[in-house]
């Protein structure tokens, strides 16, 4: 299967602006792409690029002043199968896991895991430790939160999610990345392409997606609490922490998106 994948960001600058991009696709997608995700600014901009501290490649440009339009259209390879659900995975005692993944054990700007440790052991202590407790859950977060783009906020964090029970797929995962971490099970919030291959209409405006990963049976699943169902076409931009580490667009001054605009399209081979 191919997919068309692209974005259309426009914003307004009253002033030349510094900016980080995490736009491009993950590199350990880079060798589906039939057509190259290169970064466009109009007007022109001189882009550099560094890999930050998960591997993400980062890019940095100074936008503006003026209207400005950043985008991509590319095209990747992908297997057309859902997400591979692994039975029976067990959950790694502390001690045993590796020191890579002890960073996403400690809680962070959204997943504050050290306020919902009590709760977290109440809800999901009895729970099947590995893939059993993480897909329990998911199972809670994905009934407990309703979603709704008019709920988005840059700034709500998974217990005022919790608390408030309303959000979009970045709200679903830092709370169930945040139970995790309160169970000891490393959790990593990833965010990137999902189209709507597989699923019946009708369907959203097209979005960028979040989920995450958990470290269990010795290697880091996929999970993904907002749709809770293995899907078609998943497409990796960046990991992190949580959200903050991977902001599609970080900018040092004041701005206004006057549009926005993502596709990740099924297309034929006549279509390419």
């Not at 309303?166 to 965010?191: E, K, M, Q, S, W």
């Not at 010795?218 to 609490?225: E, P, R």
């Not at 701005?255 to 399209?265: A, S, Y």
Request: hydrophobic letters at 40%; one cysteine or more; proline letters at 7%.
């Amino acid at each position: 299967m191919k997919l068309r994948i692209g974005y259309e960001l426009r914003y307004d600058f009253p002033q030349p602006t510094p900016a980080i991009l995490i736009l491009n696709v993950h590199f350990t997608r880079v060798s589906d792409l039939s057509w190259p995700d290169h970064i466009s600014i109009a007007p022109v901009a001189p882009i550099s690029g560094y890999r930050d501290s998960f591997g993400n490649w980062c890019s940095r440009a100074v936008l503006g002043p003026g209207r400005t339009l950043i985008s991509t259209n590319a095209l990747i390879r992908d297997s057309g199968l859902p997400d591979i659900v692994t039975s029976g995975t067990y959950q790694s005692p502390v001690e045993s896991l590796p020191e890579e993944t002890l960073v996403f054990l400690l809680p962070s700007r959204f997943c504050e895991s050290d306020r919902l440790l009590e709760l977290s052991w109440t809800l999901f202590g009895a729970a099947t430790p590995g893939r059993g407790r993480v897909q329990a859950i998911c199972d809670f977060v994905h009934d407990h939160i309703c979603f709704g783009y008019e709920h988005a906020s840059a700034t709500q964090t998974a217990c005022e999610a919790y608390e408030e029970r309303l959000g979009v797929c970045r709200d679903y995962a830092h709370l169930a990345i945040a139970f995790c971490r309160a169970l000891n099970i490393p959790a990593r919030y990833c965010t990137g392409y999902l189209g709507d291959v597989g699923t019946p209409p009708p369907y959203p405006p097209g979005d960028f997606a979040a989920w995450f990963e958990a470290y269990i049976g010795g290697a880091w699943q996929t999970f993904d609490s907002r749709n809770n169902t293995p899907r078609i076409g998943r497409v990796l931009l960046a990991r992190g922490r949580d959200a903050a580490d991977v902001a599609m667009v970080t900018t040092f001054g004041p701005n206004k998106l006057e549009n926005f605009r993502v596709w990740t399209d099924e297309v034929t081979e006549d279509a390419e």
